[in-house]
Nanobody, 129 residues
Framework: QVQLVESGGGWVQAGGSLQLSCTASGTIVNINVMGWYRQAPGKQRELVASITTDISSGDSTNYADSVKGRFTISRDNAKNTVYLQMNRLKPEDTADYYC???????????????????WGQGSQVTVSS
């Protein structure tokens, strides 16, 4: 199995910055997609940003329109870690943020390579006006 541990988040005034990080551990063989989602009270979970690795073309990123130009997603492959740098934060960015990682892992019990789709525990981000 693959476990994700998030860190970062907290409280900040509007216009401030925060960074989230998420590290995956386990018998990981490869990681295809790493992303961040958020869920505000009373709202559905939405994709904030994702980064996809393609062997031939490299990394590609995708952002929600509401965070373009303010948030930056990046990854450290050696550490199996994804980051979300959040700048110029707004009160409407207040939410619980969850990392999501997809890839393949080595199921040592059955000697199989299997896909995984894991979620972090969530990090609260509060932006005050």
């Amino acid at each position: 199995q693959v476990q994700l541990v998030e860190s970062g988040g907290g409280w900040v005034q509007a216009g401030g910055s925060l960074q989230l990080s998420c590290t995956a551990s386990g018998t990981i063989v490869n990681i295809n997609v790493m992303g961040w989602y958020r869920q505000a009270p009373g709202k559905q979970r939405e994709l904030v940003a994702s980064i996809t690795t393609d062997i031939s073309s490299g990394d590609s990123t995708n952002y929600a329109d509401s965070v373009k130009g303010r948030f930056t997603i990046s990854r450290d492959n050696a550490k199996n870690t994804v980051y979300l740098q959040m700048n110029r934060l707004k009160p409407e960015d207040t939410a619980d943020y969850y990392c999501n990682v997809k890839g393949r892992y080595n199921n040592v019990r059955y000697y199989n390579l299997e896909p995984f789709d894991s979620w972090g525990q969530g990090s609260q981000v509060t932006v005050s006006s």
